[in-house]
């Protein structure tokens, strides 16, 4: 095993820990999630599959300590293909920091939209198993702007998971 490896296993080792919620470090990061959004948890964060620290940094003020937990705990999870995933478990995938769902190679992650509690495939896809619409469902949490934008985003990752 080469060196490397054993260091990502080692930080990634942090995780049960994180979950123990007697253990200082997971009082120390509910603390941190808590001051910054009440929709993050540390379940929900645990299901991102984002390996690229400068993308998990998206989150407002995590310490790197934790950004490293997270990006080694990724790292070492089996990664999931779309061909692989049942329909259910497709929409309880998160909208963020997914390596399933890419726009131009890159995962997403809209702050205004986790701050109003969007944060799985399935709060965007209505029961008839098609984007809801953008303008309708979500004009409360959009700035008229960000309409196309994020109605093309969507249609682009569900043109490609289809």
């Known amino acids: 095993m080469d060196i490397d490896s ?26 941190i999630l808590s001051n910054l959004n009440k929709t993050l948890t540390l379940p ?3 299901q ?3 390996k690229s620290p400068d993308k998990l940094l998206r ?4 310490p790197l ?18 061909d692989k995933i049942t329909s259910s478990k497709l929409l309880q995938q998160p909208l963020w920091n997914n390596s399933l769902l890419l726009y131009k190679g890159q995962s997403l992650f809209f702050k205004t939209w986790i701050n ?5 495939l399935k709060d965007v896809i209505g029961d008839n198993g098609k984007l809801i619409d953008i303008i309708k469902g979500f004009s409360n949490i959009l ?10 985003v969507l249609l682009n990752i569900l043109s490609s998971i289809s």
């Open 6 to 31: 054993k260091l990502k296993a080692l930080k990634a080792a942090r995780v049960p820990r994180l979950l123990n919620s007697n253990s200082t470090i997971s009082k120390i990061f509910k603390g």
């Open 44 to 46: 929900y964060i645990l």
């Open 48 to 50: 991102f599959s984002e």
């Open 59 to 62: 989150i407002d003020k995590i």
């Open 65 to 82: 300590f934790y950004i490293q937990i997270l990006v080694a705990f990724n790292e070492c999870k089996k990664t999931q293909t779309l």
């Open 116 to 120: 109003s509690g969007v944060l799985n």
């Open 143 to 152: 700035e008229n702007s960000q309409f196309g934008y994020v109605n093309m």
